[in-house]
């Protein structure tokens, strides 16, 4: 949900701002490989909060699951 979200948007805000202008295979070369690792970036960032955010909720008690509620307002807040 999140993903779908904020991805559609930004890719759309990155397309525009990065590529759209640019038609032709050398100049959209080096714009284009900037583009892909804006994204591949953000994977990464993702993967390393997936990897705490489990690690800080690995048991099922009522204080994890307080926790992983206060994480979850900030993210969808």
Known sequence: MFGSLLGSNLGAFLYERM???????????ARTTLF???FAALDVVAVVGLILFGAGVRQDTPDTRRRARRVMFGVHG
């Open 19 to 29: 590529l759209a202008r640019w038609w032709g295979p050398r100049p959209a070369a």
């Open 36 to 38: 892909w690792s804006l």
